[in-house]
C-alpha cells in the first residue's frame, strides 16, 4: 500500500506513521494485497485532531473522516470506518450470483428420483362468450375469417354444443360430444 500524509496545523511524526499503518493494515488482507493507495490528512484546531482517510482502491474509493480531542482515537475511527465501507463492498460482491449453475441442477435426473416435483400446469380462464346457435357451416365461414383457432357453437338442428377447430393441414376438425 502506497501511503500520502498531508498534515494540516501538525507535524506528521514517526508514530503516527506507524499508527496509520498498523490500522491499514487490515485492509491490505481484506482486499488481497491489490494496489492500493491511502491519503491521510492531518489536522489541529484549537483541541479538536481531525483525520480524513481515503482510500483508493481499482475504481473505487472509501473515505472515513473523524474528529476527536485525541489524535491516535480519530485516526482509529476513520480507519475503522474506511474498513466498514471496504467490508461493505466485499460483502456486495460475495452475494451475487457469479457462478455457474451446475449441470446436475439444471437437467432432471434420468432415474426420475428428482426431489422436486415438476410443477402442475395452471388452468388459466382467458374470456367468456355467448354459445351461439348456427350450424357447422357457418361456424367455419367465422374460424376461417377470425385469428381465433376453434369456435364453441350450439348446433341448430340438433341443440348440441359443438367444438369446430382449424386442422395443421387446413381442413376443419369437428368435436360434437
Same mark, same amino acid.
Given at each position: 500500500m502506497e501511503f500520502e500524509f498531508t498534515g494540516r496545523h501538525i507535524r506528521i511524526t514517526p508514530t503516527i506513521e506507524r499508527l496509520v499503518r498498523k490500522e491499514m493494515g487490515k485492509l491490505d488482507r481484506i482486499l488481497d494485497s491489490a494496489p492500493m493507495r491511502a491519503h491521510i490528512i492531518l489536522s489541529s484546531e484549537k483541541h479538536?485532531?481531525?483525520? &480524513?482517510? =481515503?482510500?483508493?482502491?481499482?475504481?473505487? =474509493?472509501?473515505?472515513?473522516?473523524? &474528529?476527536?480531542?485525541?489524535?491516535?482515537? +480519530?485516526?482509529?475511527?476513520?480507519?475503522?470506518? =474506511? $474498513? /466498514?465501507?471496504?467490508?461493505?463492498? /466485499?460483502? /456486495?460482491?460475495? +452475494? /451475487?450470483k457469479r457462478r455457474r449453475t451446475s449441470t446436475r441442477a439444471v437437467t432432471?435426473?434420468?432415474?426420475?428420483?428428482? $426431489?422436486?416435483?415438476? +410443477?402442475?400446469?395452471?388452468?388459466?380462464?382467458?374470456?367468456?362468450?355467448? =354459445?351461439?346457435?348456427?350450424?357447422?357451416? *357457418?361456424?367455419?365461414?367465422?374460424?376461417?375469417?377470425?385469428?381465433?383457432?376453434?369456435?364453441?357453437?350450439?348446433?341448430? *338442428?340438433?341443440?348440441?354444443i359443438g367444438v369446430l377447430y382449424k386442422r395443421t393441414d387446413g381442413n376443419f376438425g369437428f368435436i360434437e360430444p
Open positions: 479538536r485532531k481531525c483525520a &480524513e482517510i =481515503v482510500v483508493y482502491w481499482r475504481d473505487s =474509493v472509501f473515505t472515513g473522516i473523524a &474528529e476527536n480531542n485525541d489524535l491516535n482515537h +480519530s485516526i482509529t475511527t476513520a480507519a475503522s470506518k =474506511v $474498513e /466498514k465501507q471496504v467490508l461493505r463492498l /466485499k460483502e /456486495k460482491f460475495g +452475494s /451475487k432432471p435426473a434420468a432415474d426420475g428420483s428428482s $426431489e422436486a416435483a415438476p +410443477s402442475t400446469p395452471r388452468i388459466i380462464q382467458a374470456r367468456r362468450y355467448r =354459445v351461439k346457435p348456427m350450424t357447422p357451416e *357457418e361456424a367455419a365461414s367465422i374460424v376461417a375469417e377470425s385469428s381465433d383457432q376453434f369456435i364453441v357453437f350450439r348446433d341448430a *338442428e340438433t341443440n348440441k
